[in-house]
């Protein structure tokens, strides 16, 4: 009996093992054609916290993470009105006093907002300084609520 569970034991790890190394080959292949790395979000999840502007109220969090080869922008925030539907956008530069939108991202509604980049996580890093900037609404876009730089690691 202890002998049958040694050798399941054997063949589960040489599987196992056969599997790594197929998975790490085809991601460094994948990485080297400019394709995507499906363990990238695994190491390089980006934070960036939303501060207030204004005396909003308004404050929160982005979290930026890698899906298919893309960026996967989330916002959560709080302190914003309860029916506010409020742009938000990537800017060239830094907070406050951020420059030209760089990308639109789906206006936060009910304190969340989810978009997708068609950028990865290194060529998002490569535009740096970069800022994640929350209007107050559309009728009100020149009024910001919040904004969060970039991490630049």
Not at 27 to 41: H, I, K, R
Request: aromatic share 6%.
């Amino acid at each position: 009996m202890t002998r049958t569970y040694l050798i399941i034991a054997i063949v589960v790890l040489a599987f196992a093992a056969v599997f790594v190394k197929l998975t790490k080959s085809n991601s460094a292949n994948l990485v080297s054609q400019g394709g995507y790395n499906p363990f990238e979000s695994l190491i390089t999840d980006k934070i960036v916290p939303l501060s207030e502007e204004n005396n909003s109220g308004v404050k929160g969090v982005a979290r930026l993470s890698s899906e298919n080869g893309k960026v996967k922008v989330t916002i959560d925030i709080v302190g914003e009105p309860d029916s506010a539907s409020e742009p938000a956008h990537v800017h060239i530069g830094q907070c406050p006093g951020v420059g030209i939108i760089f990308w639109g991202l789906n206006n936060v509604e009910h304190g969340t907002s989810v978009t997708t980049i068609d950028a990865t996580l290194q060529q998002v890093q490569e535009k740096l300084p970069l800022v994640i900037n929350i209007h107050d609404s559309v009728e009100n876009k020149d009024k910001f609520v919040a904004c969060g730089q970039f991490p630049t690691s």
